[in-house]
């Protein structure tokens, strides 16, 4: 395991195994594991370390991989060769985030979640992949309410700690979100 996806199991576990305070907003249950792009492989490869330290901590682990709903999601569209052709025609395109496509992923998440119990941590793994389809925080917003116990959001980018601020593939503006950043500490 790399020496930064060690540090940031190790951070994970530092905080998961803090007794959980209940009655939490559910802005206050999002944990947003905080790595660096170049580190997507590594940590993928070491995801079921979190699933085995939550376990060790007493809570139950619910992987969500959100990687490959996007090219799932285009091929059951009836125009998606008209899509490929111009892609301009999907609602949303403009905006940078598909809007029929967001409204089928929260829908998928929100299934999930059925198997989830105040005491499991929803880990969601693949935000990388929504980068020009869908915002982060459009998922997060539409689906934080849903998870009783905590949400795991694996987030290739930054954090500004000066302003909370996040920014996904350290290519878009950051966004403004109050969740709990861990970082690969040194």
């Known amino acids: 395991m790399s020496s930064k996806v060690s540090k940031l199991v190790l951070t994970y576990r530092q905080h998961i195994t803090v007794p959980w305070q209940a009655g939490l907003a559910g802005v206050q249950r999002v944990i947003f594991a905080v790595y660096d792009k170049t580190d997507e492989l590594r940590l993928r490869a070491n995801v079921e370390e979190f699933a085995s330290v939550t376990q060790q901590a007493g809570k139950q682990w619910l992987l969500i ?106 290519a878009r503006d950051g966004w403004n979100y109050l969740a709990v950043p861990l970082l690969a500490t040194e």
């Open 65 to 170: 991989d959100i990687t490959n709903t996007f090219p799932q999601w285009m091929s059951e569209q009836e125009y998606r060769d008209a899509y490929f052709e111009s892609p301009e025609d999907l609602a949303g395109f403009q905006t940078g985030e598909l809007t029929e496509f967001v409204a089928d992923l929260i829908a998928q998440i929100k299934a999930q979640l059925t198997k989830a119990t105040p005491d499991t941590v929803v880990a969601l793994l693949g935000a990388g992949s929504l980068f020009g389809l869908a915002r982060v925080s459009t998922v997060v917003e539409c689906i934080k309410d849903a998870v009783s116990g905590r949400l795991l959001v694996f987030f290739p980018g930054e954090h500004h700690p000066e302003n909370h601020t996040y920014r996904l593939l350290d």
